[in-house]
């Protein structure tokens, strides 16, 4: 009798703490209302443009930018400035801009009190120049990677990559763009840089009550820090004063977490023109491009004149449930930028039909396939291990990588070194907005993408390149892995071992050198 009671009490107070917890992760994601700053943006600002960074040529002819990463403060439009980090300012860095066939040296030096490293988003270079986190830069150190630019015009970006700190380091402020020009492929679209070729790098913030960036994730979330405060080139609310017909806008999700679906107030249709790689074969006449973290788009926008146009982010398409829906951004409506056209605009070009060549990569000569399947903070049940070279690649070879996300949640793919295309999505053809060159793509749960990449060549047994989630909370938690390029007939070596171990948290046990290959 007694003992019956006692097992009665039991499960009454298990099930009353279940109902409790069932309760409390309700109300988790509904406070966290879904936010919408549709209509109330006071576009105030002037849009910043950032710097062109300025260059030189040194004797053997290599074009030479330079870059210090340091502290500094920013007006976020929270009453006071904020703390920020920034390269050659407070916050975010200059245009890197090259032509293709250049040789380029970036002289990046580290004035913060921590590490850092710089990586090159979308290059195609050797891998010890690519700057993840093999490549750190000590306090007070100058590091000065040198390649050729060989690959089409493209809209890329660079940003830290030390282990276990990307998300705090981008958060902070340290992000640019690197703009790719190729003469001999030009297309006659807008190319005046702040004038009609507009770079917007758009981030969410949160700000504590003192003004700070809030830096914590919420309670619940699974993704880290979502802002309900977009920045565009760091200004917030701003308005761009647009003086011709149309304009190339150059967009770069350069947030931690948040996917955007950007599009116009209005749904008007623009043209989407080039992804993360490169142009497109031909324009695709959408209204809506979404980007996830670390994605590009370059579309054109024609505009009326004397009229007022917002650039809007509606809730993007995920494909997930209600609640991770919501606890991603998923519900999210967020205003960007107001477009403030003067009453006579200057002509633009007329639109293209064509714009460059998009050779496609053949499935008959892949010389193998791999899967990738990506799940909580692992990719193929495992964790980023700085000594584990996952996947060795020859040079000059085309390799079928087949990815899924294997979660109900939110993870994108991105893999370093190469742009690549999309073979199959579900086993159908892409869509046009995927049909270019890419190096990071969206994953919706359970949809099983097939990606041909080209390794050309920069065999290095020794120095990996990554593959990661560009969901910088995710990715430092260890949603990573590392693959080599190497000659025929060669190994895997060691991944070089300038770094200090120091390897962020969660990244698993590092195993013993040479034990584990
Ligand atoms: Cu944009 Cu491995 O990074
Ligand atoms: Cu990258
Ligand atoms: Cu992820």
């Known amino acids: 009798m007694r003992l ?18 069932v309760a409390t992760a309700f109300t988790v994601v509904w406070s966290r209302a879904a936010t919408s700053t549709a209509g109330k943006v006071a576009f105030a600002e002037p849009l910043a443009i950032p710097p062109l960074a300025e260059s030189r040529v040194d ?6 930018f330079d870059l210090t990463a340091g502290e500094g403060s920013h007006d976020f439009g929270q009453g006071r400035s904020t703390p920020t980090w920034g390269f050659n300012g407070d916050y975010l860095g ?27 988003h979308g290059m195609h270079l050797p891998a010890a120049m690519d700057g993840g986190p093999h490549q750190p830069i000590a306090t007070g150190d100058t590091w000065s990677p040198t390649w050729r630019i060989d690959q089409p015009a493209a809209t890329l970006w660079y940003h830290p990559h030390p282990h276990g700190e990307t998300e705090k380091h981008v958060y902070r402020g340290l992000a640019g763009m690197f703009i790719l020009d190729d003469e001999a492929a030009a297309v006659d679209l807008p190319d005046e840089y702040g004038v009609d070729d507009i770079p917007l790098i758009v981030q ?18 699974d993704i880290g820090v979502l802002g309900d405060t977009v920045a565009v080139n760091g200004t917030v609310a701003p308005y761009l004063d647009v003086t011709t017909e149309r304009l190339r806008l150059r967009l770069l999700n350069a947030s931690t977490a948040r996917t955007y679906d950007f599009g116009f107030a209005d749904d008007r249709q623009f043209a989407l023109v080039g992804t993360d790689g490169g142009l497109l074969a031909t324009p695709y006449r959408t209204s809506r491009a979404r980007l996830s973290p670390g994605e590009r788009a370059e579309i054109i926008v024609t505009v009326r004149p004397g009229e007022e146009a917002v650039l809007r982010s509606t809730p993007p398409p995920l494909g997930l449930d209600a609640i991770n829906r919501r606890l991603s951004g998923g519900d999210d409506t967020l205003d960007i930028l107001q477009l403030r056209s003067a009453d006579e605009l200057a002509p633009s070009p007329e639109m293209p039909d064509r714009l460059v060549d998009v050779p496609r990569l053949d499935r008959a000569e892949a010389a193998q396939t791999r899967t990738f399947r990506l799940s909580g903070r692992s990719i193929n049940g495992q964790r980023m291990d700085m000594d584990r070279i996952d996947a060795t690649v020859l040079t000059d070879s085309l390799e079928i990588w087949e990815v899924t996300n294997a979660q109900n949640t939110t993870h994108n793919f991105h893999v370093h070194d190469v742009q690549f295309q999309v073979l199959t999505v579900d086993g159908g053809s892409p869509p046009p907005e995927l049909a270019g060159w890419k190096d990071t793509i969206y994953l919706p749960p359970d949809v099983r993408f097939e990606l041909i990449l080209r390794f050309a060549d920069y065999a290095d047994p020794d120095a990996p390149y990554m593959f990661h989630c560009h969901i910088l909370y995710h990715e430092d938690r260890g949603m990573m892995g590392q693959f080599v390029v190497v000659e025929p007939g060669q190994e895997a070596g060691t991944p070089d071992r300038t770094h200090d171990h120091d390897e962020g948290p969660g990244t698993g046990q590092r195993t013993q050198r040479g034990l584990t290959r």
């Open 204 to 221: 969410d913030k949160r700000f504590t009550n003192d003004g700070h960036l809030n830096e914590s994730s919420p309670m619940g979330s």
């Open 94 to 120: 200059p245009t890197l801009r090259a032509q293709r066939g250049e040789q380029v040296v970036v002289n990046v030096h580290n004035e913060l009190a921590e590490k850092t490293t710089v990586h090159w």
């Open 59 to 64: 004797a053997q002819g290599r074009r030479v």
């Open 4 to 21: 019956l009671r006692r097992v009665l009490i039991i499960a009454v107070a298990v099930a009353v703490l279940a109902a409790g917890g």
